[in-house]
């Protein structure tokens, strides 16, 4: 068995994998039906489509806190005995962390364009467009993502190297 399909099996068997893409999957959803009740109950103000994406940004903070816990979780894997042992005996130290470094970043960021996508599309056809969408702004946007992708995996990694328990590189790593 190589190391992605160890990480994969350990992530989805249990309810870390499943939670975190169960509440990326209820983000474009809450930001829908909040937007939606908005528009219906006040007639006189209309909810544009970059109010339902703003909405769904916010709707998706849990899942990104979430996504900082797991990984730092993930990360300071010696606290699990077994896992430990098993990981160790087969794969090298940097091997592992790489893989759970990757893994968890690409689920992330994955799960993260897919529900945005979905959350533009729906918020295209169901709101008002008369206000247009900035192309430059819309990448410098994704810019920003990639940037705070790498600074959290940086920080992530950081703090896992500093401290073998998890509860102390999480504190640290929300602190900051």
């Given amino acids: 068995m190589n190391l ?5 099996l350990d992530l989805f068997r249990g309810w870390k ?3 975190l893409t169960s509440l990326y999957l209820l983000a474009p959803i809450l930001a829908v039906l909040i937007s939606f009740f908005i528009d219906s109950s006040n007639k006189n103000e209309v909810v ?4 339902v994406v703003e909405l769904y940004l916010l709707c998706s903070i849990p899942a990104g806190l979430l996504f900082v ?5 993930s990360m300071s894997f010696d606290s699990n005995q077994n896992l430990s042992i098993f ?4 794969f090298s130290f940097q091997k592992i962390l790489l893989t759970k470094l990757v893994i968890y970043v690409l689920l992330n ?4 364009l897919f529900t945005f996508g979905v959350t533009f599309t729906l918020s295209i056809i169901m709101f008002d467009t008369s206000d247009t969408l900035s192309s430059k702004w819309f990448l410098f946007g994704f810019l920003f993502r990639v940037f705070n992708s790498i600074f959290w995996v940086c ?3 950081f703090t896992s190297a ?5 509860v102390a590189s999480l504190l640290l790593t929300l602190a900051i």
């Fill in 4 to 8: 992605w399909k160890v990480e994969l």
């Fill in 17 to 19: 994998g499943w939670t």
């Fill in 48 to 51: 544009g489509y970059a109010d």
């Fill in 69 to 73: 816990g797991l990984v730092v979780s």
């Fill in 87 to 90: 990981l160790r005996l087969r």
């Fill in 109 to 112: 960021e994955i799960l993260f």
């Fill in 155 to 157: 920080l992530v990694t």
């Fill in 162 to 166: 500093v401290f073998k328990s998890a």
